[in-house]
């Protein structure tokens, strides 16, 4: 028997759970306080109120329904307006402050059933909530009772066709998985909600622990709360690998680097591009762009690192007309400054930004700014999203990649993406007899031929022009050029001569 | 108006329900003799009145007057906590239960 899933509409959510939640089952969402329970469990009502009409109950052990109702506006939700239209509806166990209760004798919760099932009666509940039941734990402080209570409770939601959420606390991260201990065995599944300090920086996560007879993603996946919004969840590892590698060659937007290339980049890969300060890789961004711009490729561009103003007069500098691909819509520049949000408020904006401008090129100058805000194992997860994001859109993107020494050296960002990138070009300075010169070489490109010389390039008013590869210096890449006596040259040559 | 309003909340009419009942009926007759009104709800056939009054477990007893509201949850099957629920002082006790409650009364 497969059990089928309810698409809950929460951004992320679906993919992680191939599907959404067991349809008419409950499942308990646990975690920390402030792990974002109660929006989790507010925001799976309400998209099932916006996309499927389908109406909700939301059960309250803890927060009164007002307060609900006023904690929810931040988040642009107008729970009020649904109550009027009986899409949503309150079952209120919060405690009544300031009454005495005293108990005597045996009891049970058949009212708080009866309740639900009265309110889910009379909207035609389809989903329900109950938030949370740590609460009634540390009020009726009778386990066995509360935990029969509470299957009878999943059971007749069941049998009503209600597909049901419930939330309970826990107090570690990584530990029991929930702080009575029983809550886990009233649910068919339980997902984990934790917001955990890793390096020193807050990083909240969504974990299926199970689903019962029915597949889903495993592992943390990072998730964000926004306004707007609520929950996002940010799956890095959701695409199917569609991605047909197309042999289709695109310029570069420089004909030396296209030539090395073995006749451009192909369509659907993504390059990055590796240098220190100073050598250049803005200026291929650009020249990447604007050659797009010729074959009215349309590109967009997110800038972490310069001002739009600063792009533009570079851009200028080099003989580029940014205003007029603007103007004719072939060019987009988001210019965005790394620290104002964490890396997955980053990842979705980036990928609204691509959704809505349906570019053919992305530009990403520099990734070396976003690792600042994250941790490292993040950023990985990060750049194999966004890769297997941007393949499946068929777009081509070039990212950048600052390294921290002038000469040689390879960056972190490097280390941790060159695996995952399909090409790979450096930029280096090289010292000459006191000069400094610049260089150029394609370390990889994969599915394609390509020259494998380190070739001088230099930068004037009509942009990046390649020469010819260094001849005589080795060690270039090592940042230790030296100088190879002709003489060994030659000996080398004669090697290859009859 | 009586000088007591109780209401009693059950759901259906099981042993535990009729318990509650039958307990409370006694304990009433007992110490507040003429000096009350009772009212007994099924929470299943009113479920708007359980969900006015934010009723979770049954069966629970509310006080209503005097004022304040008092809640009692439970079948009522002790009496002392039931009386000190409902904030009643008990009348003339047997002679043995003084003794084994000490003299604090």
Redesign the interface.
Known sequence: MTIEKLKTNIRGFDILSDGGLPKNRTTLISGTAGSGKTILAAQFIIMGIEHSGDPGIFVTFEESPEDIRTNMKGFGWAIDSWENENKWLF????P?LG?????????????????I???AKKIGARRVVMDSLGA?FNR?NNREMIRHELFRISSALKRMNVTSLMTAERTEEYGDIARYGVEEFVADNVVILRNVLEEEKRRRTIEILKFRGTNHQKGETPFTIIPDEGLVIVPLYYMELKQRAANIRITSGNGGLDKMCGGGFFRDSVLLVSGATGTGKTLMVTEFMAGGALNGDRSLLLAFEESRDQLFRNASGWGYDFEDMEKKGLLKVVCVYPESAGLEDHFIRMREAVEKYQPNRLAIDSLSALERVSTMKLFREFIIGMTSFIKQKEITGLFTSTTPNLLGGSSVTEAHISTITDSIILLRYVEMFGEMHRGLTILKMRGSMHDKAICEFTIDNTGMHIGKPFRNIGGILEGRPTHIPSSEMERIDKLFQE | MKEYMLKL?I??Q?P?SE??IA?LRRICEEELEGRYDLQIID??ER??L??NE???????LIRVLPP????????????D??L??LAIQSLPKPPDRISSAGTVE
Do not use: C, W
């Open positions: 079952v209120d166990g919060s009544e009454e005495d209760t005293v108990l005597s004798g045996s009891y049970d919760l058949g009212a708080l059933l009866a309740r099932e009265y309110a009634i009726f | 909340y759901t259906g099981t535990r318990r509650a307990n929470v299943l479920p708007q359980a969900e934010k009723i979770m477990a049954t069966p629970t304040p509201l008092r809640r009692i949850i439970g079948d009522l099957s002790d009496k906590q039931v000190v629920g």
